[in-house]
T-cell receptor, first 112, second 116 residues
């Protein structure tokens, strides 16, 4: 158990819908990262937050947004969902952006 | 970001040592070499990291070439639980937190199979 929790574990929705994925980092960690893992693209970095501020963006679509709240939990919002958004979404946390990252168990999203 | 090359797959027998190679010829002087692994149906898990010297921890050893263009992750006695995809990731660790420092750029990794 890494100490990072993600909810929900599974999510099934339809195209065009909007979903919110939630992540609670390890106690004391200030940095949160979101990654997407699909069969064709592998593991891809989406976005990083540090102490509530966005620090870096990777291959995150404009339909996707995220935020880190004052209590340091983070949410990833996916809107106008497409079939191709079906993937595993992982959240990771670290004490600072330079420290070891600890990954959650992931949320499996299926868009039908 | 530094590019890495790893074998697509490797096989090992249980209780034998495993050497997982990684080429990272474009690595910069401030990039640490991190290894993560992903067990089936789980999130990635940190294994080990190093800069120039060889490193050991309870999970594995990391041998880094003198020119830093390659490294080898060593599992001293593979177990069935070590079957996973292993990723070698150069990671920029400058003194400030700006930019993309700290973000993991995953390649395809090496899928390790362990036979009983």
């Amino acid at each position: 158990d890494s100490g990072v929790t993600q909810t929900p574990k599974h999510l099934i929705t339809a195209t065009g819908q909007r979903v919110t994925l939630r992540c609670s980092p390890r106690s004391g960690d200030l940095s949160v990262y979101w990654y997407q893992q699909s069969l064709d693209q592998g593991l891809q970095f989406l976005i990083q937050y540090y102490n509530g501020e966005e620090r870096a963006k990777g291959n995150i679509l404009e339909r996707f947004s995220a935020q880190q709240f004052p209590d340091l939990h983070s949410e990833l919002n996916l809107s106008s969902l497409e079939l191709g958004d079906s993937a595993l979404y992982f959240c990771a946390s670290s004490l600072t952006p330079l420290e070891t990252q600890y990954f959650g168990p992931g949320t499996r999203l299926l868009v039908l | 970001d530094a590019k890495t090359t790893q074998p697509n797959s490797m096989e090992s027998n249980e209780e034998e040592p495993v050497h997982l190679p990684c080429n990272h010829s474009t690595i910069s002087g401030t990039d640490y070499i991190h290894w993560y692994r992903q067990l089936p149906s789980q999130g990635p898990e940190y294994v080990i990291h190093g800069l120039t010297s060889n490193v050991n921890n309870r999970m594995a050893s990391l041998a880094i070439a003198e020119d830093r263009k390659s490294s080898t992750l060593i599992l001293h006695r593979a177990t069935l639980r070590d079957a996973a995809v292993y990723y070698c990731i150069p990671l920029s660790t400058g003194v400030n937190y700006g930019g993309s420092q700290g973000n993991l750029i995953f390649g395809k990794g090496t899928k390790l199979s362990v036979k009983p």
